[in-house]
């Protein structure tokens, strides 16, 4: 059996205070006065070069004009240049407060993001195990364990993500999600069309029922696994094998509305029918890269010695088949919206492409070209540390795929990975790496009774 060795739990315990700190630093840092953010876009303006340099020319040029104006008509154009001047300051104080919105929403951002990647790569390992049951998979089962303890993060990550998104709306300003806005949603006549479902309340309780649908599932079939382990017949694989078939329907649908609650609707203008099996897709590839990781960590430890170079090559297919599918979804999501050229469609890809350029791009050659390349050969899925290299940057990918979905809406193009982003993802490292591993330890790492053990343990090819 595993045990969870003191310089691990060390590790993650230091991870969760770095991360704590990181956070709480980036929370306190985000409150800047109204006359710090006009010096801040005063700066960065300076900095623009030509195009500064041409803005100056314009108002130059814009002053004489008004001037010549001025002397030729008299007070009434110096009314009217008054007027104007006056309507440029409150164009540029009403610039400054929704700069000054985004900078606060920044660390409840990235908390959202972090915290949604480690939950997502829980419910991914949960649907593989799924499939692996309902299908009766016989080259699997020695992993089983692995994806038990992946899962048990679930619900703890799940609840934080529901709680981060509706403390936004409630102890924040409305920080993630400005469907949570009464003034927002009193001026707009598309989100007052959707409030019978983008409410609060309701928001919630469906977070709920997905959690409780998710973690109930986990639970029985963890029960019904390990009680195998001691049983004389195979009726808890038969209740495993009719509970995941069954749980598969709920999460298809769970997914996809999770999907649009927890992640699309942070653009409630916008939407895509494609979007539930976008981030299926990335949610499918990161849970399954983390169940090779762990799986090639605990076998170098000696604990998984029947896990050989079979059971790694099908792995780092499912990553590298899995990977090409995310990469179908996102060009079939961004090719025909952006073809179309529909306003209220292709807007969500313009903000992305002039703000976010190189994460939006550069997302793509981590999450498709980079896995295209490394894991084609069928020779290189055998080597534990070109997977290990594959799976490390897939993941990265996948949260820059994350980041792109949730800041653009969030904090516009004043966006930068910083001490909060990489804070939220070391806190939320250290919790996801003490449960995974501490559930891990909890029961033997080898099924014992399982029927298709010995299957999965003479699995060669």
């Known amino acids: 059996m595993y045990t969870l060795s003191n310089k691990l739990r060390t590790f993650s315990f230091a991870l969760i205070i770095l991360g704590f700190i990181g956070v709480v630093y980036g929370f306190m840092s985000s409150h800047k006065s109204l006359d710090e953010v006009k010096t801040m876009l005063a700066e960065d303006a300076a900095h623009h070069g030509v195009k500064q340099d041409d803005s100056q020319a314009i108002h130059i040029t814009e002053a ?7 002397a030729a008509h008299g007070e009434e154009s110096q009314a009217e240049t008054a007027h104007a001047e006056g309507a440029d300051a409150h164009h540029g104080d009403a610039h400054a407060e929704h700069v000054q919105h985004q900078i606060a929403n920044r660390p409840w951002s990235a908390l959202y993001v972090a915290a949604f990647f480690f939950m997502m790569i829980a419910l991914g390992a949960l649907a593989f195990y799924a499939i692996q049951i309902a299908a009766q998979a016989g080259w ?27 403390a936004s709306g409630t102890i924040g300003h409305y920080n993630i999600f400005i469907w949570m806005d009464p003034e927002v949603v009193a001026d707009d006549k598309l989100i007052q069309g959707k409030s019978s479902w983008l409410n609060i309340g309701w928001f919630a309780v469906r977070g709920l029922i997905y959690i409780a649908g998710w973690c109930t599932y986990r639970h029985f079939s963890r029960k019904f696994s390990l009680a195998q382990d001691l049983a004389d017949d195979n009726s808890n694989f038969k209740k495993n094998f009719r509970i995941s078939a069954a749980f598969l329907v709920f999460f298809i649908y769970s997914e996809s509305i999770m999907s649009w609650d927890w992640i699309m609707s ?36 000696g604990m998984l010695p029947s896990v050989n170079d079979s059971h790694i090559h099908d792995l780092a297919k499912f990553m590298f088949g899995l990977s090409v599918f995310w990469t179908y979804l996102w060009f079939s999501q961004f090719m025909l919206l952006w073809y179309s050229n529909i306003p209220e469609e292709v807007t969500y890809f313009i903000t ?16 498709f070209l980079f896995p295209l390349l490394i894991l084609m050969n ?7 540390w070109f997977v290990v290299m594959a799976g490390v940057v897939i993941l990265f990918g996948h949260y820059i795929d994350i980041f792109n979905m949730i800041m653009p809406a969030t904090v516009g193009d004043q966006w930068f990975i910083g001490i909060p982003e990489i804070s939220s993802v070391l806190l939320f ?14 029961a033997p790492l080898v099924p014992k009774r399982h029927p298709l053990i010995e299957e999965s343990e003479h699995f060669h090819y």
């Open 64 to 70: 004489h004009e008004t001037h010549a104006e001025a």
């Open 140 to 166: 699997s089962p020695l992993l089983f364990r692995v994806m038990e303890g992946i899962t048990a993060y679930l619900l703890p990550g799940a609840i934080i993500v529901l709680l981060i998104a509706v």
């Open 266 to 301: 942070v653009d409630p203008h916008w939407f895509s029918t494609l979007f539930g099996w976008y981030v299926f897709a990335s949610m499918f590839v990161s849970g399954i890269t983390v169940i090779t990781l762990i799986t090639i960590y605990l076998k170098s430890k």
């Open 352 to 367: 992305r492409i002039e703000d976010y350029n190189l994460p939006f791009f550069g997302m793509v050659a981590l999450n």
């Open 378 to 384: 069928s020779d290189y899925k055998r080597i534990p």
């Open 429 to 442: 490292a250290g919790l996801f790496i003490f449960v995974v591993f501490t559930a891990i330890s909890k």
